[in-house]
């Protein structure tokens, strides 16, 4: 065998890609799984999206694309940050990407030289400590706890700064955990990363789906100083239930996005162009579908929240946003179950789906062995028949 490259060897293995797989293998074999593992939203494209991409095969917009985007929709992007964040962008501060997890993958790219360091709360986005490593960088991580709504406090953000820190990245609302930043908190952030003169990166991924009335805040729109060393990151994956179009985007300083578009022309070059067509209607179209959608969601973390209330020794934060509820399960470790001493967020996420036939995902590959993560992108029929099996299993 041939040696492959040392950055390939220190990727980490998602640890979801494992438990979807053995999910996946006894669906397969006929066992009857209820499924709280989606990382995606479960509902159909908006039908107007769709006809916008079989307009564009038709009209045979079927070649290669300028790099970063077309006009019309580094545009349309540029036209929603001014329209839901009050940012304004011309689109040259635009990039499009293949999904915000390529975004945010050339930003790193772009921006990181090898041995600086990203600061990131733990739990985390599976991605982003390997996104960093593969850009030579290292991740500093933050520890949050519950009490702390999964949000870095910012002296500790502060206390963290090296002379090697490129970057502050935040995710709000969060996954894994559903939790958001308050602007009070974001504001002192803002003032961190303008003070010390280091990125931030914000993953607004989630913005769409927000609960309580709550209405989201960007922190490049605190000042302009916060504005020139932003990277606003978003996309239509999870506000439009577009996941499989691959088509994400950031504005950012002016600069950064043309390193990123350098970096992208000799990657993937433009991202699909039927697909740019389809998010150029969903940022542009009226925009009832993303509504009616973040209802069904509310109404789900609502029947979530009341399920968990009845299950004694798991407690969560409830979630603020997103379609992840996070609950602590390590009052049931130690426990024998099923023969077995539970030590981790692994060993319950097996019992659950060996014993009770219910898939989760381990809270480990998160930065966060007390937890486990639960999808409520899926229906209210599933979400009762889920948590009647993770009640009964655990008594
Ligand atoms: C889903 C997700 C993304 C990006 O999704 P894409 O499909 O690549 O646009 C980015 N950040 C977080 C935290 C996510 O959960």
Avoid at 330 to 340: C, E, N, V
Wanted: with cysteine.
């Amino acid at each position: 065998m041939l040696a492959l490259s040392q950055r390939s060897q220190d990727v980490t293995p998602s640890s979801t890609l494992a438990i979807t797989a053995k999910i996946n293998a006894m669906i397969a074999d006929g066992i009857d799984v209820v499924k709280f593992g989606a990382g995606e939203p479960d509902f159909d494209t908006p039908d107007y999206i769709k006809a916008a991409a079989i307009a564009a095969l038709d009209a045979g917009l079927t070649k290669y694309t300028p790099v970063p985007g077309t006009p019309e929709l580094r545009e349309a992007v540029a036209a929603k940050y001014k329209r839901d964040n009050g940012l304004d962008y011309a689109p040259s501060q635009v990039i499009v990407s293949c999904g915000a997890k390529h975004t945010i993958y050339n930003i790193l790219q772009a921006i990181c030289d090898p041995g600086d360091e990203v600061i990131l709360a733990a739990p985390y986005w599976v991605s982003y400590p390997e996104q960093i490593k593969l850009a030579g960088a290292i991740p500093r991580v933050i520890d949050t706890t519950s009490a702390q709504n999964f949000c870095m406090p910012p002296e500790q953000i502060e206390a963290a700064i090296s002379p090697k820190t490129k970057a502050v990245l935040i995710n709000s609302p969060s996954n894994p955990t559903g939790t958001t930043y308050d602007v009070e908190t974001l504001k002192q952030i803002a003032d961190i990363v303008v003070k010390h003169q280091v990125y931030l990166i914000s993953d607004e991924i989630y913005e769409a789906l927000l609960y309580d009335g709550a209405t989201h805040v960007s922190p490049a729109s605190f000042n302009e100083e916060t504005k020139a060393i932003t990277f606003v990151v978003n996309g239509v994956s999870k506000a439009y239930s577009m996941t499989g179009w691959r088509i994400g985007y950031t504005a950012g300083p002016e600069d950064a996005i043309q390193a990123m578009s350098r970096i992208q022309s000799h990657s993937t070059s433009n991202p699909t162009s039927i697909a740019q067509r389809a998010a150029v209607a969903a940022l542009t179209q009226p925009q009832d579908a993303v509504e009616e959608m973040r209802q069904a969601f509310e109404e789900r973390r609502d029947v979530i929240c009341q399920r968990f209330d009845e299950i004694d020794g798991v407690s969560y934060v409830k979630p603020q946003g997103a379609f992840y509820i996070f609950p602590d399960f390590s009052a049931h470790y130690g426990r024998t179950l099923d023969g077995k001493k539970s030590k981790g967020s692994m060993d319950i996420t097996d019992y659950l789906l060996n014993s009770a036939g219910v898939g989760v995902v381990p809270g480990d590959g998160f930065g966060a062995d007390n937890h486990l993560r639960l999808s409520f992108a899926t229906s209210l029929t599933e979400i009762h028949r889920g948590l009647d099996r993770i009640k009964a299993a655990l008594q």
